[in-house]
């Protein structure tokens, strides 16, 4: 089963977290949750961005959700409010 990339959620963690983050890939795909990404930070962190179901509600979805409206030839893309 393919792990949604529609929740999403990011963290700074130490190196050795990430390195654990890293070896522990397969735990996460069982919780449904996956690394998308990973950017080294000059103070010697990790910026981690994580994907799936399995981050709960507090994920946002991404991309976000927007109302699109045509009127008069314009093509209006908003937030949701």
């Not at 962190?45 to 991404?62: K, S, Y």
Request: glycine fraction near 6%; avoid cysteine; proline fraction near 9%.
């Amino acid at each position: 089963m393919a792990i949604t990339r529609k929740f999403q959620a990011q963290a700074t963690v130490t190196q050795a977290v990430h390195s654990q983050l890293v070896t522990s890939a397969p735990a996460l795909r069982r919780q449904h949750i996956e690394v998308i990404a990973q950017r080294a930070n000059p103070d010697g962190t990790v910026t981690v961005t994580f994907a799936g179901r399995g981050l709960g509600p507090q994920a946002l979805p991404v991309p976000p959700a927007v109302n699109v409206s045509i009127e008069s030839g314009q093509v209006r893309i908003l937030p949701l409010e």
